[in-house]
């Protein structure tokens, strides 16, 4: 079910939002958790992976992950604070991959000693630290090679990680140098390659590049997995995106056809559109033309507006027309203009700029919507803000998923000398 207003007003998995809100207050993340289903069985459905790993860094809520694992999904963790939720949540190591860029030796030592499945190796200078770090321990470790294919993802720079200015990966030089010190080493065991060229791909086309970079490269080196990343783009308002899921599983299909193993580390697909922030508005001010409507939490709560220049639909939870439709789909309801800001002591503090809204009236809720990826995870105490609630829709019951911080927890590893 998912997100979806019925009658212009906005439900979460059957339940009406107005009525969380009345229970739980606002700021708050809200999570529907039959979205998160949903998404996992299309990537089940349409590419049909050896292995699916969840991208921890996406988002790293317990509850969240412990579901999706439960869905059978594994993980992938990019620090040693993410490999530490998985063994919260009790996953299997070894169907997980490591995919982070700068692997401290105390990491190393962790992610080896408990198992971990793959690590992704970004350059052959890390070989050598994990050779001695797996030799020392006595284990036997599958290692997938980072390639930085350059090639484009078409999507915003932040988020694009596979062309030469990036950091991410090796190029040939350093896969070819890797190759010759995995033969050297009785320790490590090359299991194939990792490609993620980026965040939100916009198109066919980068997908399709990838695929007839890894064929080509195939025929020159045998390997047994390819890793393709994510970047499974999902909708954020009601442009058209220009690829689907099932698309992009026919050009994976090539893959497999040639008797590769694929392995996908989706985040954003899985949790994006799965999550909204629900703000209230606490101020409603006008200067010259421009009206403001100034929310109870901002940037430090969802960052991804001012960083990636993202448009998120923002809306209020009971629009004006009786509309059935899912909320990235519902464009200008309303005819006063606004900007939509936070408290904060910033010009980049605002969730979205010019849209239509209906009135809004001080103390009414709004949704901010596809905010469950990078969303919360990337939140700060930026001002002196605390952390938010997070609660999630399972089986048609509210329940709570982590705690609002209070004020004072702010400073709590601070030392007064
Ligand atoms: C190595 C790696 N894999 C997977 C992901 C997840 O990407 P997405 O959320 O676009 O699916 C990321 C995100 O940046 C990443 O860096």
Redesign the pocket.
């Known amino acids: 079910m998912g997100f979806y207003f019925e009658k212009g007003r906005l439900f979460c998995d059957g339940v009406k939002v107005e009525e969380i809100v009345a229970k739980t207050g606002t700021p708050i993340f809200l999570y529907s958790f039959d979205e998160l289903k949903a998404r996992v069985n299309d990537l089940k459905q349409y590419i049909d992976p050896t292995i699916l790993a969840y991208?921890v860094?996406?988002n790293g809520t317990l509850a969240i992950l412990n579901y999706i694992k439960e869905l059978g999904s594994t993980f992938?963790v990019?620090s040693l604070g993410e490999f530490k939720l998985l063994q919260r949540i009790g996953a299997d190591p070894m169907r997980s991959v490591f995919?982070g860029l700068g692997k401290t030796p105390e990491c190393l030592d962790a992610i080896i000693s408990n198992n971990i499945g793959f690590i992704s190796i970004d350059d052959p200078g890390e070989l050598r630290k994990i050779d001695q770090v797996a030799s020392k321990l006595s284990k036997k470790i599958k290692v997938l090679f980072r390639i930085n294919p350059d090639i484009d993802a078409k999507t915003h720079k932040y988020?694009t990680?596979g062309l030469y200015q990036t950091k991410f990966g090796m190029d040939e030089t350093g896969f070819s140098r890797s190759l010759q010190m995995v033969k050297e080493s009785s320790c490590l065991q090359f299991s194939g390659i990792h490609i993620?060229i980026g965040?939100?791909v916009g198109g066919i086309e980068p997908f399709s590049k990838v695929v007839d970079y890894v064929l080509k490269l195939s025929r020159e080196v045998k390997f047994e997995y390819v890793d393709l990343?994510?970047?499974?783009p999902i909708p954020y308002d009601s442009k058209p995106l220009g690829v689907d899921i099932k698309s992009i599983g026919e050009e994976y299909r090539k893959l497999k056809n040639s008797g590769m193993k694929i392995i996908i580390?989706?985040?954003?697909?899985i949790v994006g559109n799965a999550g909204i922030l629900i703000t209230s508005v606490i101020l409603n001010k006008k200067i010259g033309k421009k009206n403001f409507l100034v929310c109870n939490t901002g940037m430090n709560s969802l960052i991804r507006p001012p960083l990636y220049d993202a448009k998120h639909t923002v809306l209020k939870l009971n629009l004006s027309s009786a509309i059935d439709q899912i909320p990235w789909n519902v464009d200008n309801i309303g005819n006063i203009k606004y900007d939509v800001v936070g408290p904060i002591c910033e010009n980049t503090d605002f969730f979205a700029r010019d849209i239509n809204l209906d009135e809004v009236k001080e103390g009414e809720p709004l949704a901010i919507f596809s905010a469950g990826?990078y969303g919360c995870v990337l939140s700060s105490n930026y001002n002196g803000y605390p952390k938010l609630a997070q609660y999630g829709v399972m089986n048609s019951r509210l329940i709570q998923l982590t705690k609002a911080e209070d004020c004072n927890e702010i400073v709590r590893n601070d030392l007064l000398i």
């Not at 990343?229 to 499974?232: E, I, N, S, V």
């Not at 580390?265 to 697909?269: H, L, M, N, S, V």
């Open positions: 991208a860094k996406s992938d990019g995919s988020i990680t993620h965040s939100q990343g994510g970047g499974f580390e989706p985040g954003r697909y990826g």
